[in-house]
């Protein structure tokens, strides 16, 4: 784009097609408009289908991972057919492609993960042997390190598909995140908001990036102007602790920063996926010095793991080289 947007020739948004998705999409139209004084006729919200919304029936480990959710957006935003990408943030890879960057969030929203079912509460309620839905490999290696009870079965979908599944007997609980549903505006499913202490979020959860081009000068501009300084210093601090540990569909890896003033906390937490271990820590620092607190908190739990950890969780051993996609 080389001029703000009008309605003759609008930003296009790429988006995923999901209420969640197009509800992200809508509140970065909205925000952008806002910022600059636009009508929301100067966007078009142009929906792009994702390979990891068209296969539904394997788990996304076992079809190429978290860039499912990403890849046909950032191609046609490197090919120009949209201007900027709105993405859910725990969906991203670490690395963006060549040409593309990502330096825009917008504010948090709730970082739990919410408890849901048509019966029970809360995970202390579920009896021994109940069946517990979750495609997030994250959710599944710390509920089994938690309830080692419990069954766990695959559950992927929309919040509407889960929902129908629990109808149906498929499972009687599940996890959605809280930040999904309340853009949804759908909390009256959730019976029960998980605190960080009983299972730490997946690293970036509740927040929204948008995307652009690196050659983009006005696209750049008008998303400085709405993006969230705090979700940026906490984003960045989790998406460094995930990049060091390489962290995949393949990984079970969960992380939360906080800030308190210039401050900042960040807990890491990785597992292997079956549960049976699970390895935590903490830094705390000036918030400035995320990324490298980020970074120095892998590296300890990765030098506290032992062997048999790298040989199952698909981590890189080796701490002293990049991690490799």
């Known amino acids: 784009m080389d001029a703000l947007p009008t309605p003759e020739r609008p930003m296009r948004i790429g988006t995923r097609g999901s209420a969640l998705a197009l509800a992200q999409a ?44 990403t890849r046909e957006i950032e191609d046609a935003l490197l090919d120009a057919r949209i201007d ?16 593309l960057v990502l330096d825009c969030y917008l504010p948090r929203e709730d970082v739990r993960d919410a408890f849901v079912s048509r019966r029970w509460n809360a995970i202390a309620d579920l009896p021994a042997g109940t069946i517990v839905g979750s495609s997030s490999l994250r959710r599944r290696a710390q509920l089994s ?42 909390l009256d499913v959730v019976r029960g908001r998980i605190s960080p202490d009983e299972m730490l979020p997946a690293v970036a959860q509740g927040a929204i990036g948008v995307e652009r081009r690196a050659d983009d000068p006005v696209a750049g501009a008008m998303l400085a102007a709405i993006s969230d300084l705090p979700t940026v210093l906490r984003v960045e601090a989790e998406r460094a602790f995930l990049r060091r540990l390489d962290g995949s569909c393949e990984t079970p890896i ?47 739990l990765l030098g506290r793991a032992p062997p048999a950890f790298f040989e199952l969780s698909g981590i890189a051993a080796d701490r002293g080289s990049p991690p490799i996609r």
Do not use: C, Y
């Open 26 to 69: 809508h509140e970065t139209r909205d925000r952008l408009a806002a910022a600059h004084g636009l009508s929301q006729d100067a966007f078009v919200i142009e929906v792009i289908k994702t390979t990891g919304d068209r296969v539904l029936d394997r788990p996304l480990r076992e079809i190429g991972g978290k860039g499912l959710f």
């Open 84 to 99: 900027i990408a709105v993405h859910s943030m725990k969906d991203m890879p670490v690395l963006q492609p060549e040409g």
């Open 145 to 186: 390190h938690r309830r080692p009870d419990l069954t766990l079965v695959e559950f992927r979908g929309n919040v509407q598909t889960r929902m129908r599944k629990l109808d149906e007997g498929v499972a009687e609980a599940t996890f959605l995140a809280m930040a999904g549903l309340t853009r949804l505006g759908m």
């Open 254 to 300: 969960a992380g939360l920063a906080e800030l308190d003033g210039d401050r900042l906390r960040l807990r890491g937490e990785i597992l292997l996926p079956d549960g049976s271990v699970s390895i935590t820590g903490v830094r705390e620092g000036l918030a400035t010095d995320g990324p490298a607190m980020g970074r120095d908190l892998a590296e300890e």
